[in-house]
């Protein structure tokens, strides 16, 4: 059975990754999205909400499950008894970060392979930070997120702008 991992931040998840997703769920007999806890980033969402997000969103692939890991994505790949790790593509500005991240996983874990994906020129543009930073300021997110998702990066954000605005009341 060819099992994979599809591991991101997913800040939140936009079409984009979920192309990847559904176009990698048909090469593959199983894939685990993997929701990375990463302490060196700050979110906007918790990881219990990105899974969350994902997971209403890919309730419909049979072989898809969604899951959160800390830690090293070749570690979480064994653990999951998974031989390939998905990523997707953009642009050239992808390909030397993403080429460099493959070549560091395959000496620390040689059993494991990146597929990569290209995207769907529609969503090359596409990044989860894009998303932010059109809702901050009130754009229009539809198209570039799920409806379910953007009502609730809208809520977030709502959420962030009264926290701020609270400080600087204080
Ligand atoms: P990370 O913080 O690991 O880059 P992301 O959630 O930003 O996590 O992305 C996860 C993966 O999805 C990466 O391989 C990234 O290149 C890919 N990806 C992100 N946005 C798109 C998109 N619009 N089209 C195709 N792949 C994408």
Do not use: W
């Not at 936009?14 to 176009?23: A, K, S």
């Not at 302490?39 to 969604?66: C, I, W, Y």
């Not at 642009?91 to 993403?98: L, N, P, Q």
């Amino acid at each position: 059975m060819l099992k994979a991992i599809y591991p991101g931040s997913f800040d939140p998840v936009t079409c984009g990754h979920l192309d990847i997703i559904r176009r990698a769920a048909k090469l593959v007999d199983f894939l685990v999205i993997g929701v990375l806890k990463n302490n060196a980033k700050t979110p906007l969402f918790s990881a219990d909400e990105r899974v969350n997000m994902l997971k209403d969103v890919t309730g419909h692939l049979e072989n898809v499950q969604v899951k959160s890991f800390e830690g090293l994505s070749v570690d979480f790949a064994h653990r999951e008894g998974a031989c390939a790790i998905v990523r997707g593509l953009r642009a050239v500005t992808d390909f030397e970060y993403e080429l460099q991240l493959a070549q560091t996983n395959r000496k620390l874990a040689p059993d494991i392979d990146t597929i990569f994906l290209t995207t769907n020129l529609q969503y090359s543009y596409l990044s989860s930070s894009t998303v932010k930073e059109i809702a901050f300021f009130g754009g229009d997110i539809s198209g570039l997120v799920s409806p379910e998702v953007a009502q609730k990066v809208i809520e977030k954000i709502k959420e962030k702008q009264n926290e701020q605005n609270r400080t600087v009341d204080q």
